[in-house]
């Protein structure tokens, strides 16, 4: 049978940025496909925050393109990116600890997005049925009613990606989602991003090659700023270049 090849969602070309003449990221360039599960591996320094610093207009570029869905994101403020489908997770979660996991998911519904619309708003079925949805997904659903401070360290972190999630990025990009998490909250993790990358793409940075392995269609490899070798894990693994500036040490 003949297989569709996906489309490209993603197109990073050339992608530069000086910070007082030291390029962090030097003519950088991907390509992160349809449904794709793509993951920026490499040393500490490497680059690869700032990669997803310029993807959400974090931060600006001195040079290259970065277009989405065809759409050239590098003119366009962090609120665009966001309304054009782009959701990103940083390393710490910046969840409300003092609501409840329904009241955090309920505050990120697009519709809700200022607070005297989430307390007016009347809490329609349709909303309800995603925050349930939601919930569900990121193994939540016994916990609505708790209030966030409460939650351990790995439930905060999937809490947070479900307040992305309930925007439906067509890209959710995720900054070592399964640091500090315990073993049991890793696999679920990687069963989480991998249900949730059908519908979407999802570009993650991570250190733990286990995890990795486990979720990764596709693998770049970063070093001082440039693109040092890509493909599957399995290829990139035994590159020696790899292993002597990452995974050797
Ligand atoms: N806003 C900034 N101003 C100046 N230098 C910066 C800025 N942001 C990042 N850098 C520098 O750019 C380089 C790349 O940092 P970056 O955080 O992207 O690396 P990383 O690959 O994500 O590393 P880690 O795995 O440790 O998170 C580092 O030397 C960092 O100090």
Request: aromatic share 6%.
């Amino acid at each position: 049978m003949l297989m569709k090849t996906k489309d490209i969602i993603l197109a990073v070309e050339g992608l530069t940025v000086s910070f007082n003449g030291f390029k962090a990221v030097n003519d950088f360039s991907m390509y992160v496909d349809e449904e794709q599960i793509y993951v920026i591996i490499g040393p500490n320094g490497a680059g690869k925050t700032t990669v997803l610093d310029l993807i959400c207009g974090k931060t600006a570029a001195t040079a290259g393109s970065i277009k989405f869905k065809g759409r050239e994101l590098s003119k366009l403020s962090e609120n665009q990116i966001v309304h054009a489908g782009v959701g990103r997770k940083f390393q710490n979660p910046s969840i409300y600890e003092n609501l409840t996991v329904f009241e955090n998911l309920e505050l990120s519904y697009p519709q809700a997005r200022t607070a005297l619309s989430a307390l007016f708003a009347r809490r329609d079925q349709a909303m309800t049925d995603s925050i349930l949805d939601v919930a569900q997904q990121i193994f939540l659903a016994d916990f609505l009613d708790v209030q966030a401070d409460f939650l351990s360290h790995g439930q905060k972190q999937w809490l947070e990606i479900g307040m992305l999630l309930i925007q439906n990025p067509s890209l959710l990009m995720l900054d070592e989602p399964v640091a500090g998490m315990s073993v049991a909250e890793r696999r679920q993790t990687a069963e989480l991003l991998r249900r949730i990358a059908t519908g979407r793409s999802v570009l993650v940075i991570e250190h733990d090659m286990q995890f990795v392995e486990n979720i990764a269609d596709h693998v770049q490899v970063m070093h001082q700023g440039k693109s040092l070798s890509e493909g599957s894990m399995q290829k990139v693994k035994q590159d020696p270049r790899v292993i002597d500036v990452y995974l050797g040490h």
